[in-house]
């Protein structure tokens, strides 16, 4: 009898997480839900239903994603593991304090590779596909949130630097990023009235979280190695890219309107 296939998500008590374990779930896989927050990830998983279950997990801990690694062996083969666990804080880098600085860093870098390696460990002989969440900030200046924005250029770097190493060492795993624009969350929502977090309300209204999961997953199933959602603001930020002294006054400009448009 074939054994079931697991799923892994981080940060996965709410959000872009929540809808990832859903989706994977009504996939047919196992769902092993993971978050700091123990009761609100226990209570994720119950609503989750299909089997899914859940485990606290620091993503700081390095240690901590070989256990659920082996937990999510123990209900089946390890399929999928979606790196999702993320922080933000907006305002100017300088004035961000020393524990803002060391979390962003350790949670949405360290908490990205952890997760990789552990994922890897365990499918290295029966293959698995890792997805992790970056974002379209990743590939563009991003004035109000440059620490974020670094971490998730750390990401993108490291999940397509990752995939050649993998290419190279003959292992059946696929690793992608994900580059969403901004996604209608929680985490997005408790920064609305931030004044450093104007450029996250600059552009279009922000996309709902089901269609950002869908694309993921369709992401993982292609031969593209990043993929930012909606396309064509990744065609614009590239454009920015091509003119970056121009491109730097623009974003003002639009810093500018996202803070009209959070005073309305």
Sequence with gaps: MTSPTVAVVTGAARGLGLEFAHQLAAAG????????????????????????WSMPLDVTDQAGHRSVAEEAQRRGRLAVWVNNAGVLFAGDAWEQTDAQVAAIIDINVRGVFAGSRAAVEAMSAGGGKILNVASISALTPVPGLAMYAATKAAVLSYSTSLQGDLNRARLPIQVRALCPDVVATDMVSAVAKDPGAAMLFSGPKPLDAAGVVSAGLELLDSRQLFRVVPRWRGALVRGIDLTPSVGVRLLGVMRAYGTTRQRH
């Design 29 to 52: 896989h196992q769902v092993l839900l993971t978050d700091v927050d123990g009761d609100a990830v226990a209570a994720a998983a119950e609503a989750v239903g299909h089997g899914a």
